[in-house]
Structure formats: C-alpha cells, structure tokens
C-alpha cells in the first residue's frame, strides 16, 4: 500500500519522448482499421458498400472516440499509483476500468439498432448504403466490449510509462485487421460482413495479447478482492474523473461537428475545401497527441509521488515539446499545403477555396499546442472537472463568436471561431495551472 511520504524522481525530455514518440505513432495509426476496412472492400467495385464500410466506420470510431475515456481516465488513476508505489491501486484501476468497459459495450449492443437508425436518418445514405452500413454495424458492435478493454490495457500500460508496449498492442491490432480483412474479404468473398468480422477479430486477438502482458505484469502483485474492486469510494472517483472526460470528449467532437455544419451552409465548395483543410488539424492532433500522454504519465506520478518539482518540470517540458513540434507542424504545412491540397483533391474550384482557407489552417497546430499539453496534464492530475469545466467555456465561445462572426467574414469568421476554440482551451487551463498546483500539493502537506 502508498505511504505518504515524498518519492522524489527527476522527469527528463528523454523520459518524455519515450513515452511520446510511440505514442504518437500509436495515435496515428488509430484510424487504421475504418480506413483498411474501406480499401478492401473497395476492391469489390461497388460503391454502395464503400459508402456502408465507411459509414460504418464512422459511427463505431464515433462511439470509440466517446469512449476513449477508459483509456485516458486509467492512465492518470494508475500514473498516481506508480508515484505511490501501490501496486494494489494500480491493479485496481485496471480491474475497474474492465468493469466499465463491459458494462459500457453490452450496453451499445443493446441499444445498437436505435443507434444505427438514428445515425442513418441524420446522414441520409441512400438505399443500399443504408443496407451496407446496417449489415457492418450488426457485426462490428459486438467488437465494442473487446475494444473498450483494449482501451483499458492501453490506459493501464500508459499509465505505468510501457509505451512501447501500448505501441506493441496497437501494432498487432493493425496486422491482424489487415490479415483477416484479406482473408475473410478477398479469400472467402463475406464482403461488407467480412470486414466487419475481421475488425471484431483483430480487437480480440489484441485483447488475448494484452491480457498475457497483464497477466504476466501483475503475477507477483496482490490480487485485491472483488469487494475492493467496486469499493464505493474507489469506483466513484473512477467513475467522476471518466465521466468528466467523457462529457469534454462529446463537446469536442460537437465543436467540430459544428464547424463542419456551419461551413455547409456556404455551399458545397466551402464544404469541400473545409473538410481537406481540417485534416490538417486532425494530424497536428495526432502528433500531439504523444506529448499530451507523457504530460499524463509523468503529471500523475508526481502527483502520486507527492513530489512537486517533477510536476513543475513535466509541465515545462511537456509544453514545450508542444509548442516545438506545433511549429514544426506550422511550417510542414505552410510550405506544404498547396502540395496537399492538390494531392486532396481535383475540383479546381475546390482547391481554389482551400488555398483561400490555408491561412488559418496552418496556424491552427499553434493554437492548439497548449490545449493539448494541458489535457495531458490535467487529465494526469485528476483536475477534470475544472477541464471539462474549460471546455464547456471554450465552446460555448466557438458558438459564440462563430454565430456573430460569420454574418460579417463568412467562412473566415468560422476558422477565425475554430482557432479562438482552440487557444482558449489551452489558455484557460493553463492560467489554472498554479493554483490548481499550490492547492494539490498544499493538501498533500496537510495529510503527511
């Protein structure tokens, strides 16, 4: 069990890199299996189950990004353990989290018919893509609870600095995707089932390694009884922190959901050159990503550890890995934006509009850097509820502004809204850092 002493440690770019950099390959190879899934079936030539797979795809990365709490949520729990030494509250965590993953599919699957006519009346397809997503999802939401587990080994091995072997796990997911699509597709003929299976058996074979690791990890560590695993006070805690994140998860994926929207409204070319633009903020995203889980992992062992100098320089560092690759990303996309965009797209009236928007998606790594370093921070700190607090400020400003600038500058006052959402999630949080810091540590004092 923890004692409340301090464990002092020293947190190094080099610490911060070896958690970041697999990460951040990790992150990008997350949208690997929707993306497999619509190049195989792709080789069919039917462009009614290319739509369906894609489709489909969609609304399960929709649910999984929903619910990459399981993930994020674990890894602050079980980074405070390691700073504790508690071996106990870093098995705990894990066992809690596959309560809620399961709890959390079966769920979906119930309600999945629902879901899939709801998500068909709001996108519209047309007869035989409707069929074609209607015959993935049936097959593809049974994947759900492996996948959701999957989130909570990952969280669990962030959590404990093994980034390379979280890197491992996403590796095995993307083979073994790949291999069972080509079989059960191309080898056998399923189609549009055949995808959906291999996708449901790609999560399931990563799950069978995982559980190995963990096994393997936690064979010399005490097994704590079931009792301690829905300990009231342990679980709700567990259940506060992943609800908050998931409730700043929804309103991120609203945010941008709502931006796409608006931009509709000025036509299908803007629309167009929205989307190809956007994708450059998606792959900042993803290479920040990296960042913003060393700043969890080695935020959340400070505070585990009780030891404030390591949270100071994990924040220092952290940001500044931000910023340096935010500005590596800014300049990628400032020399090379016109060579995407053309590569994007051949409509030239489109390309014509994304080369007037390029602006304003080159910055926006710049204005996002901050926001992402401080998720990964807070999120390690446990400090939730003040981050979706943020949030729910950053994008109620979005709306705000977007609905009383694009009267006046059209779809520059949208991507104007779109990088003031970005820089206020980070400045906000950022400005909450060094009282959020004095009283943590100033309660730790206390309760030596």
């Not at 290319?50 to 399960?60: C, D, K, Q, S």
């Not at 405070?80 to 596959?98: K, N, P, S, T, Y």
């Not at 829905?230 to 609203?254: H, K, P, Q, W, Y």
Request: proline residues 4%; glycine residues 10%.
């Amino acid at each position: 069990m923890s004692s409340p002493h301090v464990r002092p440690f020293t947190v190094t770019l080099a610490m911060v890199l070896r958690i970041a950099i697999p990460m951040t390959i990790a992150h990008i190879s997350t949208p690997l299996i929707g993306i497999v899934d619509t190049a195989v079936i792709g080789q069919l030539g039917s462009a009614a189950l290319i739509g369906g797979v894609a489709m489909g795809a969609l609304l399960i990365d929709f649910i999984g990004t929903s619910l990459n709490f399981l993930r994020s949520g674990t890894t602050g729990l079980v980074a405070q353990a390691m700073g504790a030494e508690d071996r106990e509250a870093e098995a705990l965590a894990l066992w809690r989290a596959f309560v809620m993953a399961v709890g959390a599919g079966v769920l979906i699957i119930l309600i999945q018919t629902p879901a899939t006519i709801l998500f068909t009346m709001l996108m519209g397809p047309s007869v035989a893509v409707t069929e074609a997503i209607e015959a993935y999802v049936a097959i593809r939401v049974w994947g759900l609870p492996f996948m959701l587990m999957n989130y909570a080994i990952l969280g669990w091995l962030l959590g404990l600095a093994r980034a390379r072997t979280g890197l491992m796990l996403q590796i095995v997911l993307g083979v073994s995707n790949i291999v069972g699509s080509m079989v059960l597709v191309l080898g056998l003929g399923w189609g549009v089932e055949g995808v959906a299976a291999a996708s449901v058996l790609a999560e399931l074979v990563t799950l069978a390694v995982g559980a190995v690791v963990v096994a393997r990890s936690l064979a010399d560590a005490p097994r704590p009884p079931l009792a301690a695993i829905f300990e009231r006070i342990g679980f709700l805690r567990m259940v506060a922190v992943n609800t908050d994140i998931l409730i700043r998860s929804v309103l991120l994926i609203s945010t941008i959901s709502a931006f796409t929207a608006v931009g509709a409204r000025f036509g299908d070319v803007t629309l167009a050159a929205n989307a190809v633009l956007l994708n450059i903020l998606l792959l900042g995203g993803y290479m920040l990503d990296g960042v913003a889980t060393a700043a969890e992992q080695l935020g959340g062992r400070a505070i585990g550890a009780r030891y404030r100098p390591a949270f100071a320089e994990t924040v220092r560092i952290t940001v500044t890995a931000a910023y340096v690759i935010a500005l590596g990303l800014a300049a990628i996309a400032l020399v090379g934006g016109s060579a995407f965009v053309h590569i994007s797209t051949t409509a030239p009236e489109v390309r014509e509009a994304a080369f007037t928007y390029l602006p304003w998606a080159v910055i926006t790594p710049l204005t996002g850097a901050l926001a992402y370093a401080m998720d990964g921070l807070f999120i390690g700190a446990t400090w939730t509820r003040a981050m979706r607090n943020m949030m729910i400020c950053a994008s109620a400003l979005f709306f705000l502004a977007s609905y009383v600038l694009t009267p006046i500058l059209s779809n520059h006052g949208l991507w104007f809204a779109l990088n003031l959402f970005l820089a206020a999630r980070g400045v906000t949080l950022w400005l909450m850092v060094p009282s959020m810091t004095r009283r943590t540590f100033a309660l730790m004092s206390a309760s030596r």
